[in-house]
């Protein structure tokens, strides 16, 4: 018989349970001597593999430095460039301004050859813009008692105003190196830019919304406009051959008469019971 102590004797395992029912512990195991060489070999490895992520990094950094400086350095050369042309007095854009409303004179681009300004169109430019938008989402309120067509009309407006701006005096400044005719390019944008100066007041009148309205305020500002640049380039224009002359005036004309019915037809082409432009 077996005893009461031995019931309950505690047993330990031998060691070849423990092998079989450990499955982390295997005594009978011999050290792999390889493996323990290899590990500064493996520090090593990890070693120059961190040096060479931390050198590709420091590497990025230096050229996105370096990208950084040159595009800091072209922003700069760039506002460098144009800085001159915003030297300008208010008694000079007032006088600018005075001409452009009555263009009687053909000596502008006489008294901006030494001092051409961008300050005066591009305020004028970026002032239309506001007028447009705001003067046409009146003008299809009144007549239609639609929504406010503002903040619609903005991007589109500043799209239009800023490419005729700038975009229009570089074909007409193309065309006339093609014919050999000396024009500098930053004249012509001054002298289509104070050309447009009449067609604030006019717009803010078309925002009434009256039809015919309209239809004489707009016909009056770009004829105004028109007349202000041919005659300013009139002494430039007769020496070309006539059929350059032509191609230079049907150009001209048709840039023109393309402004004339957007403004009109998108902008301020609002009748009663028309709907507004998508």
Do not use: H
């Not at 239609?144 to 229009?168: C, E």
């Not at 050309?195 to 770009?222: A, D, N, R």
């Not at 350059?244 to 019971?273: H, M, T, V």
């Amino acid at each position: 018989q077996t005893s009461y102590s031995q019931k309950f004797l505690i047993t330990l395992p031998t060691l070849e349970e423990k092998v079989k029912t450990d499955e982390g512990y295997k005594p009978s195991e011999e050290v792999d001597s390889e493996k323990v060489l290899s590990q500064p070999e493996d520090i090593k490895n990890e070693r120059e593999n961190l040096e060479k992520v931390e050198n590709q990094t420091e590497a990025e950094n230096k050229n996105q430095t370096e990208y950084s400086s040159t595009y800091i350095d072209k922003l700069l050369c760039v506002f460098n460039f144009i800085r001159p042309y915003f030297k300008v007095t208010f008694n000079d854009i007032k006088d600018r301004v005075k001409r452009s409303f009555i263009p009687i004179k053909n000596d502008f681009l006489d008294i901006v050859e030494k001092n051409p300004d961008l300050y005066g169109p591009f305020w004028i430019y970026t002032t239309l813009i506001y007028v447009i938008a705001a003067g046409g989402a009146l003008s299809y309120y009144f007549t239609n008692s639609a929504n406010n067509y503002f903040q619609m009309f903005v991007p589109v407006a500043g799209s239009i105003l800023y490419s005729f701006g700038f975009g229009f005096p570089f074909a007409l400044w193309l065309c006339m190196k093609i014919f050999k005719v000396e024009m500098k390019y930053i004249s012509l944008i001054c002298l289509y830019g104070y050309s447009l100066c009449c067609l604030i007041p006019v717009l803010i009148l078309c925002s009434t919304g009256f039809g015919w309205i309209q239809w004489i305020c707009l016909t009056y500002g770009i004829a105004n406009s028109t007349a202000f640049v041919l005659i300013n380039l009139w002494n430039l224009i007769k020496e070309l051959e006539q059929k350059n002359r032509y191609i230079f005036l049907g150009i001209f004309g048709g840039g023109q008469f393309i402004l004339f019915l957007i403004l009109k037809f998108y902008f301020f082409g609002s009748f009663k019971g028309n709907a507004a432009p998508n």
